[in-house]
């Protein structure tokens, strides 16, 4: 007994360690004080393949240059840190070994981006603005070079800033005048009436894990190479596409039908992977999922169930988890599930991992807390600077995703073709992290090259270690 007990215990920690990789251990040492720390900020350069580590605490940030083969190659130390600055909105990374961190302050009035250039050892703060007219909309990070998108719901611009070398913003005017937008009920709207709507808009990276919290949102902003494509679920029977090339500044808009049960549905989504997006409707009643060429809007396959039939293309039990006690529940009927994702915010999730493609259909509802305060997701950090808000570091944020809200999905598996596959859904990177937890302000998640690296801090050595990690 005690032997088999023994087994298992070294079987466990094998598949613990195994799941992941030590690729970094070093020490602090720039920080003198005994101070905590408050945040950590990672920005890879996606040229060189090295990490710009940034560790900050009250009064200082702490930067350490780390290279391809996770060495620790230079050091600075800042003082250049406002506190009027103190949400995280992106960051940049040019050829002279420097790098830059942007910031805005809690109205998203004010800008400003801190340079770290590890070449001279200097560090300095510089300030910018936006139109007196516009509002921040979000960022993007493409190929080391940081965007910032406003636009004025007044006059229906849109707005893309691009920085030189010197870090002058350079306003780009978006031409959207010939572009149709519809909203929910059918009716023409203008395009910054769906961008801006007092929500933080969500951007999404391809192949993250992401939960349905996030896919369920109306609006998403997806990031490839040049091009930014934001797609627009206002509407049940139409999925309404904005693409923006970030080389000619130039807008095209497109959109693609939805299944026809959308009619019925109470609300309707879309997700955007590879050369594809995938649409679902849902009624209490049934639920349909097409998926659809991105090039040509041809449908490639449909799948339906309705609340009396078993769902034949499902690789897990139907699940129930979150809310107040995080409970942990499989409902056995397809008409419990649909009851309960027709009732709150519906979603898809895509991911293509090993040649497959990695389906979560879903929903959730918002729960109160026990104040009777409403406890949705994506609130940002405003004590500080943040590695985790909706504008820098969508992995972190996908990481985090899973709230207090009770969601209920299915998942599943389909070939290239998109025929269901039979199998057991294997663990995703973000699942094996579980067994390595720290909720301190050292720790955060971020992509680098095809694999996650998650950070830990130990205060009283002031030791950081970098673990990699794979699907």
Do not use: W
């Amino acid at each position: 007994m005690i032997k088999s007990f023994l087994r298992l215990i070294i079987l466990s920690f094998s598949i613990a360690t195994f799941s992941q990789e030590r690729v970094l251990s070093f020490t602090n040492d720039l920080k003198t004080s005994s101070s905590d720390i408050k945040d950590v900020i990672p920005v890879v350069n996606t040229e060189t393949d090295e990490i710009a580590f940034f560790v900050a605490d009250a009064k200082n940030v702490y930067g350490y240059k780390i290279d391809a083969d996770f060495k620790v190659t230079a050091k600075i130390t800042s003082e250049e840190k406002s506190r009027k600055y103190k949400v995280l909105i992106g960051s940049s990374a040019s050829k002279n070994d420097t790098y830059r961190v942007f910031l805005t302050d809690k109205n998203q009035n004010n800008f400003a981006f801190i340079n770290f250039s590890f070449k001279d050892g200097t560090t300095s703060l510089q300030e910018f603005s936006i139109g007196e007219n516009e509002e921040f909309i979000q960022t993007i990070n493409s190929k080391n070079q940081f965007y910032l998108i406003s636009g004025s719901k007044s006059e229906n611009h849109l707005y893309i800033y691009s920085f030189d070398e010197n870090g002058t913003p350079i306003k780009n005017d978006i031409d959207i005048s010939a572009l149709r937008f519809i909203d929910s009920k059918g009716k023409n709207t203008t395009l910054l009436s769906l961008l801006i709507t007092g929500n933080d808009l969500k951007k999404f990276e391809e192949n993250t894990p992401n939960s349905i919290e996030l896919t369920s949102e109306a609006t998403k902003m997806f990031v490839r190479e040049n091009l930014i494509f934001f797609t627009l679920d206002h509407h049940k029977m139409f999925t309404q596409v904005l693409e923006i090339d970030l080389e000619t500044y130039t807008a095209n808009s497109f959109q693609f039908n939805k299944p026809a049960l959308g009619e019925k549905a109470k609300r309707t989504n879309s997700y955007l992977n590879g050369k594809n997006i995938f649409t679902i409707a849902v009624t209490k009643n049934e639920f349909s999922v097409e998926i659809l060429d991105f090039e040509t809007g041809n449908l490639l396959k449909e799948y339906l169930a309705n609340k009396d039939e078993e769902i034949t293309f499902k690789n897990t039990a139907i699940i129930q988890e979150g809310g107040m006690y995080d409970a942990y529940r499989e409902l056995g009927k397809t008409n419990r599930f649909l009851r309960r994702i027709s009732k709150g915010n519906s979603g898809i999730s895509v991911r293509k991992v090993n040649n497959q493609y990695h389906v979560i259909i879903g929903g959730y509802i918002v729960q109160k807390s026990n104040a009777g305060m409403m406890m949705p997701f994506g609130g940002i950090p405003l004590g500080t600077i943040g590695s985790a808000t909706v504008f820098f570091n969508p992995t972190q944020i996908a990481f985090n995703s899973f709230s207090n809200n009770k969601t209920t999905r299915i998942e599943s598996l389909f070939d290239e073709n998109f025929n269901h596959v039979k199998g057991e859904i294997k663990e995703n990177a973000f699942d094996k992290m579980k067994d390595f937890k720290s909720n301190n302000k050292g720790s955060t998640v971020f992509k680098y090259k095809d694999f996650y690296i998650k950070t830990e801090y130990t205060s009283f050595s002031k030791d950081f270690i970098f673990r990699k990690f794979t699907d």
